[in-house]
């Protein structure tokens, strides 16, 4: 580990990744290569460019795949990049990783600051599979230093497929629409039986129980979801707990 992950160093510059290619300052300004292939309003030149963007998609899978495909048994781990290094959900999120660890599985995360930097610091430092899976954003602070295995995707699709792909379940810290967007994104593809043996648990009741509260009483009582989908949930504050609740859908323990 190298000084700037001991004095908890971060660039004074806005940063962003391009690919493989960093760009900061001035040159990180700029739309994102989602943006650009999500626009509507752009004009009609993107027949004549976008099959080339088809060959960066696939290039991304087969970075993603090849980098991924020897890790073994993984859980990612989902929370706020915003969360302080002094918070107890950071402490808690690295108490996750450790236990993980322990428990035979690497550890998958967004590869940023906040919850993702506490969990891949948790299971470096046990000794395990330490994963951080980025993505191109205007403006990030690029794969914390914990990672050891990182990857960064062009694409937000391609990352998420990595992330299921690899993962034998998902443990979600507090955050914000990113780590709603992943939480959602999990219990649609269990409950359509994309996925299989694949727990999803939530740490901080304080934090998801209105969420929660919202599924059961008004999702499930309206019949928006089956009766029984709030059960996909698991709500915790033990880490410990949330490796017997893994171990139980995962290894049937």
């Not at 191109?136 to 699709?157: A, T």
Request: hydrophobic letters at 40%; proline letters at 5%; charged letters at 20%.
């Amino acid at each position: 580990m190298n000084n700037a992950s001991e004095n908890w160093y971060s660039p004074p510059r806005p940063q962003r990744h391009k690919g493989p290619v960093v760009l900061r300052g001035r040159q990180a300004r700029g739309s994102t290569t989602d943006q650009r292939l999500l626009d509507s309003r752009a004009s009609g030149d993107w027949v004549h460019t976008d099959p080339w963007r088809v060959l960066r998609i696939q290039a991304e899978f087969v970075e993603g795949f090849g980098a991924m495909a020897n890790v073994g048994p993984a859980i990612s781990v989902f929370g706020s990049a915003r969360t302080s290094r002094d918070h107890a959900e950071y402490s808690a999120a690295e108490e996750v990783g450790r236990l993980l660890v322990g428990a035979g599985y690497a550890v998958i995360t967004g590869g940023g600051p906040g919850i993702m930097e506490a969990a891949n610091k948790g299971a470096f430092e046990a000794g395990g599979t330490s994963i951080g899976l980025g993505i191109e954003l205007p403006f990030e602070q690029g794969i914390n230093d914990w990672v050891e295995i990182g990857v960064n995707f062009r694409y937000f699709f391609a990352r998420k497929t990595c992330f299921v792909k690899y993962s034998r379940g998902f443990v979600v810290f507090p955050g914000g629409f990113g780590t709603l967007d992943e939480l959602f994104e999990a219990l649609t593809l269990v409950q359509t039986k994309k996925v299989t043996r694949f727990p999803i648990v939530l740490v901080g009741t304080a934090y998801w129980s209105g969420l929660v509260d919202w599924i059961r009483m008004t999702l499930a009582s309206e019949e928006k979801i089956g009766p029984d989908d709030h059960g996909l949930l698991h709500v915790t504050d033990d880490p410990d707990d949330v490796i017997r609740a893994i171990q139980r859908v995962d290894q049937g323990v």
